[in-house]
Each structure stands twice: as structure tokens, then as C-alpha cells.
């Protein structure tokens, strides 16, 4: 069953590879975060997708997040994360890819523990890309707290867009 | 069943977005590499990694088909793969991120269709990774017949997988 606005957002394992400011082309080591652990007093805007380097995902979705980060971080918001269920050297990777350096945390659940405790995997994709996917979605916590969810129900980005977020926050 | 030297290759449908050198940057439509139709007749070189952008597979493993493909050609190889349980736009990206233009085919076995088929199937959702991935290997596949295949041990070290040993088995 998917998580609703008021729900406690789910305590899951992510991982992650820190960004290193002084070795960025580095590979580091994986870090785990632990949603409630990182996520409690904060807000937190989490945006999910499909897949890293996907047309879509590469091309409106994360960059909108990038072009509107002083924005987010002005309405009080603590972390900005972007979260697939690629593993945490490709979502290093395209973090890298997209220059997000730290300001926006690339975690991984590459095991679905996050997928499963939100109940908001995609349905099958089709051959090619595994059968196990976040929808697309954004959501806003804040102190643990779902105040905001928007999944896209088509492909393309609307609800779980950084425009959207910001009109919520 | 494990791949074995003497049997056919197991005909497989993978993924790759084919480079193009007019739009580097682009993000093509993926194609579809089956197994059988595309090493027909040909001597092509597979390589299973464990995962894209990881370190061993980034720093040690793959650079070195990359830079020596052009010795490979020299021994007669057609057509060199790069296949992982990654899907084929991460494959694309590490491609692209590691110049590889069109002198290795990037491919995704992100439904793990070779793991079962060939038995180097490997769960590394213990390591956070995910249970569809491939173990380290490196094969020679001449005209659909293995003629080659290693296994890693140790899938974070790469010796008879490397471009030595296949090179040396060519």
C-alpha cells in the first residue's frame, strides 16, 4: 500500500557514495542512510525516479531540481534527494554526471527496502531495464511527516516536478 | 547450466544504445543485441562485470579492452561486449564516461536473461547491489561456440578476465 500525506515516512537503509569536494572523481566508499535517523527535524524534499541516465529522468527532471535549489533551500528546506533503485556507484556516477556535487544526495535503493516500504515501485517497464523501478514521484517530510506527495500517474514530469514541489512547500 | 567450453553460446536478447558519433551526448533508442544472430560467424569477446561505475570494473577492468581493443581486432575479434546486470542507458553513460565511442558494445542484462542462461548469475543484494548482477567473467565466443570462458574468484579482482588472458587465449 503506497504512503499518504500524514503517514510517517518509512525508516529505510539507502545508500550512498558522499561527494568528496577534494578528490570528486574519487571513488569513495558507500555510506548508509538511515531515512529516520537522517531525515528527523529536517525537512526533506526526496524526489524518486526510474531509472539514472534516462532521457527523461536526465533531461527535465533532475535538472529542474538543480535550477531551482536556492529556491528549495529558501522555503526552509534542509536536504534536497534523489533517490532509483540503480545502485549507489551509478547514482554517484550520475551525480557526477549532472555537477550536483553535494547539494543534492544520490541514494540508492538497490535492494528496494524503500520501493517496498512505500509500496510505489513502477509496474513492469517492459524487457531491457529489470523489473524493479520507483514510479516517478516527489515527496516532501517534514519531521518524518508525508506533507506532500505527487506521483506521475504518465510519463513526463507534473507533480513530482521541482515547480510543483515548491508551490507545496 | 554454466558456460562451458565446446557449447553454444545460449541465444540471449540484450540492450545497447549504439553510439553515434553525431550526437555523442544524445540519447538514443535502445537496440536489441541477440545473442545468436549477432556472433553468427563472427569471434567476439564477452565481458560480465558485477556493476557499471563500480571500482574495480572502472579503474582495472574495462579501460584496458578499451585501450587495447585495436590488439583484439588484430587477433581476429569482431565484435567485443561489455554486458552487466545494469540497464542499457547506465551501460550507455559508462560508455560514454569512459570513451569507449563504438570499440566495445555497452550492453544491459538488466533482467538477468544471461545470468540464468549461462549460470553466472550473482546476488550482490548483500552488498547493497541488488540480486540480478553477473559475476566477473570474460569469454571468447567463436561463430556462437565457446571457445573461452573464466570466472573471477574473487569477482573484485581481475586476472583471468582481464585483456592479458583473453589476448593470451586468442
Redesign the interface.
Given at each position: 500500500m503506497a504512503i499518504e500525506v500524514g503517514d510517517t515516512f518509512p525508516n529505510a537503509v539507502l545508500?550512498y557514495i558522499p561527494y568528496d569536494a577534494a578528490n570528486p572523481d574519487a571513488?569513495g566508499l558507500?555510506q548508509?542512510l538511515k531515512t529516520h535517523d537522517a531525515f528527523r527535524g529536517k525537512k526533506v524534499v526526496l524526489f524518486a525516479v526510474p531509472?539514472?541516465?534516462?532521457?527523461t529522468c536526465?533531461?527535465s527532471h533532475m535538472p529542474g531540481y538543480i535550477a531551482h535549489l536556492d529556491d528549495l533551500k529558501s522555503k526552509g528546506v534542509d536536504i534536497v534527494a534523489c533517490v532509483a533503485?540503480?545502485?549507489?556507484?551509478?547514482m554517484?556516477?550520475?551525480g557526477k554526471?549532472n555537477k550536483v556535487k553535494d547539494d543534492i544526495l544520490m541514494l540508492?535503493d538497490?535492494?528496494?527496502e524503500l520501493g517496498s516500504a512505500i509500496g510505489l515501485f513502477k509496474g513492469d517497464q517492459g524487457?531491457?531495464?529489470?523489473?524493479r523501478r520507483l514510479a516517478r514521484f516527489a515527496v516532501i517530510i517534514d519531521d518524518l511527516k508525508v506533507v506532500y506527495l505527487g506521483v506521475e500517474t504518465a510519463r513526463g514530469v507534473s507533480v513530482s516536478g521541482a515547480p510543483a514541489v515548491l508551490a507545496k512547500l | 547450466m554454466a558456460l562451458t567450453v565446446g557449447e553454444a553460446f545460449p541465444q540471449v536478447q540484450l540492450k545497447y544504445i549504439p553510439y553515434d558519433a553525431a550526437a555523442a551526448d544524445g540519447c538514443a533508442a535502445p537496440q536489441v543485441l541477440d545473442t545468436k544472430a549477432a556472433f553468427a560467424g563472427k569471434t567476439v569477446v564477452v565481458v560480465g562485470v558485477p556493476g557499471a561505475f563500480t571500482p574495480t570494473c572502472s579503474v582495472q577492468h574495462i579501460p584496458a579492452y578499451v585501450s587495447r581493443a585495436p590488439e583484439l581486432r588484430a587477433k581476429g575479434v569482431d565484435l567485443i561486449v561489455c554486458v552487466s546486470g545494469n540497464d542499457f542507458f547506465v551501460m550507455s553513460a559508462w560508455g560514454k564516461s569512459m570513451g569507449v565511442q563504438d570499440a566495445i558494445v555497452m550492453a544491459g542484462d538488466a533482467n538477468g536473461d544471461l545470468g540464468r542462461a549461462t549460470g553466472l548469475a550473482l546476488d550482490l543484494a548483500a552488498v547493497g547491489l541488488g540480486a540480478v548482477r553477473l559475476t566477473r567473467f570474460a569469454a571468447i565466443v567463436r561463430d556462437g561456440t565457446v571457445a573461452y570462458v573464466e570466472t573471477e574468484d574473487d569477482p573484485t579482482q581481475v586476472t583471468v578476465s582481464g585483456v592479458d588472458s583473453v589476448l593470451a587465449a586468442l
Open positions: 545508500s571513488c558507500t548508509q531509472g539514472a541516465f534516462t532521457p536526465s533531461e533503485t540503480n545502485d549507489q556507484f551509478v554517484s556516477a550520475w554526471a540508492s538497490a535492494n528496494g524487457p531491457g531495464v529489470g523489473p | -
